[in-house]
């Protein structure tokens, strides 16, 4: 017979239940293969859904039946649905990025996307870049970028300099300033990163911290204030703060800024899933890797602070 087949599993955070698939959880022994067979208690077949039987389910527990590959050996787990796999999808999304950078690079390249320059953008790249800055070099990603205000705190940790290491008795040996690039960036950007997105891709190339790689960004700058509320709930804005840079003006409004290197995502490219922007990051950062060592101190050669010893 005709059966719904779990092609993926978006794992996600599994530690968060909006930030992963509800078929990832503890106690649901679901495999990519596996058939689904019915939504409590609703066989699914060829004119009936997974989608049309959870309608008006959001958030709910409902009972699935997973069958082996070939829709046999029935098993009901409970489960609760999400309301929008927007979160899974995005931490598999940010994973399967890492993951091909720190492969390409044989661990010597660090990978992180900033999503925003809001609250959950500023959560986001520290929780990348805390564990990525001690690698040689960084991709930072801004694609789709939804603006904010927080890029200077971002460009000021992207501008420390490393200018020495604490060597620790028990904690290994750890860069000064913290928190600061071992070597080398580039910067991913495109025309979905805006307002705070093309400030701070702007910034990337000002401050010289690497190539800027991509599409134009989206040009949106003017910032607004949502303040002014109304007695429906509703709300109006208003554009509020232009925005002025050294080189350009006025002009990354209506415009956006330009990347060092122009990289275009075809429809072709996205439906095969391949992602020529990152590639190009990985190359870029690769070619510069070739020339970069990093300055680390010999551990060997360090003074002893012993008293002399008496004769």
Known sequence: GTHWIIDAIYAGDTWIDDDSSPLARAGISARTGQTILAINGTALNESTSPDSCLVGLAGAEIAITLGDSNGENPQTFPLRTLASENGARYRHWVEKKRRVVHEATDGRAGYVHVPDMGAEGYAEFHRGYLAECDRDA???????????????????????????????????????????????????????????????????????????????????????????????????????????????????????????????????????????QLERGIEEIKKQLAEFSPKLPDINDRNTRRPPELK
């Open 138 to 276: 960084l991709i930072i990603d801004v694609r789709y970028n939804g603006g904010g205000h927080v890029s200077p705190l971002l460009l000021e940790k992207l501008r420390r300099r490393r200018i020495g290491y604490d060597l620790s008795r028990w904690y290994g040996i750890m860069p000064y300033p913290e928190e600061s690039p071992a070597g080398p960036m580039v910067a991913l950007t495109n025309e979905n990163a805006g307002s705070d997105g093309d400030i701070f891709s702007h910034s990337f190339k000002l401050f010289e911290l690497g190539p800027l790689i991509g599409t134009r960004t989206w040009g949106g700058v003017i910032g607004i204030n949502p303040r002014q509320r109304f007695v429906d709930g509703g709300l109006t804005t208003q554009p509020e703060f232009s925005f002025w840079f050294e080189d350009v003006g006025w002009n990354v409004e209506n415009y956006g800024t330009d990347p060092d290197i122009v990289v275009e995502v075809s429809p072709q490219d996205e439906a095969a899933g391949r992602d020529p």
